[in-house]
Structure formats: C-alpha cells, structure tokens
C-alpha cells in the first residue's frame, strides 16, 4: 500500500515566522511531489512541484526533497494569516501513472 | 493559463433526479479527472480519461458514469444518487498522467 504521510495539525504559526510542513512516502519509485493548497471549501491549487533532490525555492515557498530519507517538506517564510490553509502533499509513483496519492493534508493557522 | 472550468458551482437534486457536471479545459492537456472530497479528507479519485481511455476507480458506484465528448470535456453524469455522495467534486486535468494536475473550482452537491 502506496501512502503518503503528514501531521493533520493544525499547526499554528505566529505571522512573519516560518512555517514548516513535513510530508513522507512509502514507495522508493516515487518520481514527482508536488505541495497544494486548500481553502476551506475550495479546489486545491498548486504551490510548487519537485522532481529531483534538494531544495526548490519560489517566492517566499521552498519545497525540499530527500529521496534516500523519503522525505518532502514545504518551507513558507514571512508567514502571512492569507497561509493560513490545508496544505496537501501529493505524490507521483511512475510517469505515466494516472494516479497521485494524496497525504491527509496539514492545516496550518498563521496567527496575527 | 492554467485553468479549469466547472459548472454548476452548487448542486442540490434529489435521489431520484438526474443531472450532470460538467468540466472544461482549453489547456491541450491530454489527461483529465474526476475527483471527490468529503469534509476534512483529502481528494478521491473516481475517474480518469487519458489516450483516449477511461480509467474506473473499481470502487465508485454505477450511479456516476463519466462521458468524454471531445479532449478538451468531460462530464459526469448522475442518476439516483444517495445523501452520502454530497461532496465536493473536483476536475482536474493535466497536460499527460503522472504530471501536475491542475484543478477546477469544484461543484459542491447536496442529495437530499
């Protein structure tokens, strides 16, 4: 069974502090990861997406892959109460496989 | 442009009505989803449509049945439906499987 885990939270962050999001994978053939934001009662809207080791940065977003530790997190600096959010992360097994499994989601709270 | 199209926004029906969902993208993208989300739980997915194939996840019940007009449609249409699939349901698609999706605003359904 493919699973993808992270803390459900909620995680609370004071505003302009970083925010830490951990996320990891059963399955050693994972290829892609991607991070998704969720509003209350919105569609998941993408953040960032790595494919290789390392760290990847956008903005005020950075997303980190291990592979050998089978770990992602999503690193969000200057943390702003608009963060606040359930924060997916999704994983890609083998390209060309139509399914992404979805960890459980952590929901974070910026707090002015 | 990144962007998917859902409608309705909102659907009410009752167990014995029909009716249908509709998705659009005018990306190119050659693989699209149906998805569904209960309260507090992360995305399910219930269909995929790529290379012209339709993918069934063997646990969605015979009351949703998705219909692929063109490359750029899928619908998804519902008959004698229970309370118990008021969700919010997802489309999503992605230029080929495996690679980022990309999601719409998502119908939210109530079965009364």
């Known amino acids: 069974q493919k699973e993808v885990e992270q803390n459900s939270g909620p995680l609370s962050v004071p505003e302009g502090a970083i925010a830490s999001l951990n996320c990891t994978y059963s399955?050693?053939?994972?290829?892609?990861f991607f991070w998704y934001r969720q509003y209350s009662g919105k569609s998941p809207e993408l953040i960032m997406s790595?494919?290789?080791?390392g760290d990847k940065e956008d903005g005020r977003f950075t997303a980190q892959l291990n592979k050998a530790s089978q770990y992602v997190s999503l690193l969000i600096r200057d943390s702003q109460p608009s963060d606040s959010a359930t924060y997916l992360c999704v994983v890609s097994y083998n390209f060309g496989n139509e399914k992404l499994t979805f960890g459980t989601g952590t929901r974070l709270t910026i707090i002015p | 442009d990144t962007e998917v199209t859902q409608t309705p926004k909102h659907l009410v029906m009752g167990m014995t009505n029909k009716k249908s969902l509709k998705c659009e993208q005018h990306?190119?993208?050659?693989?699209m989803y149906w998805y569904k989300q209960k309260a507090k739980k992360p995305p399910e997915l219930m269909f995929v449509y790529s290379y012209e194939k339709l993918s069934i996840n063997e646990s969605v019940p015979s009351r949703f049945s998705p219909e692929c007009p063109n490359s750029s449609l899928l619908n998804l249409h519902l008959h004698a439906l229970q309370p118990e699939d008021s969700a919010l349901y997802l489309c999503?698609?992605?230029?080929?499987?495996?690679?980022?999706?990309?999601f719409g605003p998502g119908t939210r359904l109530l079965v009364l």
């Open positions: 999503a698609s992605s230029r080929w499987t495996g690679e980022t999706q990309y």
């Open positions: 399955d050693r053939g994972s290829q892609s």
């Open positions: 990306m190119g993208h050659r693989a």
């Open positions: 790595i494919y290789s080791n």
